[in-house]
């Protein structure tokens, strides 16, 4: 059966890019292997200028005003220039949903693609064929899937693991709480009612020498004093926490199909250090459809990677520092000195 535009994977880059296309009067078949609503290892903070796009879709994350940066004494805050935002994807992927369906788009959940056969040439057709055997055809291929499956990409070993919770009674007053330690950083921002979201990466040989997750997890916490006071103050409302390896970050390899359109996280791996991951998913949704619509692949793929590129280079300089205390403190003190310097770093890593 054809399609106009089908998009496989639909978290928060693919219903982006779903909402674009219906803004831009075309109605998109969205795949999604999994349903609604889903707990996803992620920081789940939003970026500020992702937050006019969400308003646009009705959609309010609780404000974040600024982040405060520790690695053992030594701190430095950030007030944001213009407010973030932070939601947990059992609130904001729903919602993206709802909003798509509302304007007509086709979602279809608990649907596995079994392969995908790229066109060839202008005039031809991608074929999807899904693990019921069904066969779709497009013209206009959007992927979005955050693991590349392995008929599109080599397994790698990850070096990371994400590792996440949510916990209620924990005041943070709309402030993103980052902390660095040695092989490892962790987030923690309030999100929706009244709940806060943990979020950490870590080298894998750091998790693996430590015994386990929870004796990594709690080694960490005990080393920060106001980390370990601030969790003490409120109850973890996961019995166990949520892991995710990370292979690398960097720019997939991703082929090079006509009228395709690779976004997200299959597109570019970012490390969580400079919170942008979910904008940039949001921002590639939308950038995808808009030259899909002029069927400008080649454009697309290259204007991604121009504007894409030193954010990549300052949210891996970000990601080394937080992994270092003792460069992480340097840094803290130079940002101290002189907070002209958190500023720009801050513009560095937005889309």
């Known amino acids: 059966m054809d399609q106009e535009v089908i998009i496989i994977g639909g ?8 909402l674009e296309f219906l803004r831009l009067g075309k109605v998109p078949t ?3 292997a999994g349903s609604y609503p889903t ?3 992620c920081g789940e903070f939003i970026s500020p200028e ?3 796009f969400l308003k646009q879709w009705d959609i309010n994350p609780h404000p974040i005003l600024k982040s405060r940066f520790q690695s053992g004494k030594k701190e430095f805050s950030l007030t944001f220039p213009t407010p973030a935002g932070s939601l947990s994807h059992l609130i904001l992927d729903p919602s993206l949903v709802q909003h798509s369906l509302s304007l007509g788009a086709d979602i279809r959940t608990q649907v596995k693609v079994e ?3 790229p066109k060839q040439q202008q005039g031809h057709k991608h074929l999807i064929k899904l693990s019921t055997g069904e066969m779709l055809s497009t013209s206009t291929l959007v992927i979005a899937i955050g693991r590349l499956p392995g008929f599109l990409a080599p397994l790698i070993e990850p070096q990371f693991l994400g590792i996440k919770a949510h916990f209620k009674g924990i005041e943070l007053a709309n402030t993103l709480e980052m902390f660095g330690f040695q092989g490892a950083y962790l987030g923690l921002s309030p999100i929706e009612e009244g709940k806060s979201n943990l979020a950490c990466l870590a080298s894998i040989e750091k998790v693996k020498s430590a015994g386990s997750v929870d004796q990594f997890m709690e080694k960490i916490i005990q080393e920060n004093p106001h980390l370990n006071e601030l969790l003490a103050s409120g109850e973890r ?11 690398y970050f960097g720019f997939k390899n991703t082929p090079d199909w006509q009228d395709s359109y690779f976004i997200g996280d299959a597109a570019l791996a970012i490390p969580p250090a400079c919170g942008d991951g979910l904008s940039l998913g949001i921002t590639s949704g939308i950038m995808a459809a808009r030259y899909a619509s002029n069927q400008d692949f080649v454009g697309f793929k290259r204007d991604y990677k121009a504007q894409s590129s030193s954010i990549l280079r300052a949210a891996k300089g970000l990601h080394t520092l937080l992994m270092n205390p003792k460069l992480c403190r340097m840094a803290i003190q130079g940002c101290t000195l002189s907070p002209s310097i958190g500023k720009l770093l801050f513009r560095m890593t937005r889309s």
Request: hydrophobic letters at 55%.
């Open 11 to 18: 978290g928060v880059a693919g219903l982006s890019a779903a």
């Open 30 to 32: 969205l795949l999604e």
């Open 39 to 41: 707990q996803k290892v």
């Open 50 to 52: 992702s937050l006019p």
């Open 115 to 117: 392969a995908i056969y």
């Open 237 to 247: 409302l996961f019995d166990n926490w949520m892991t995710a390896s990370v292979p």
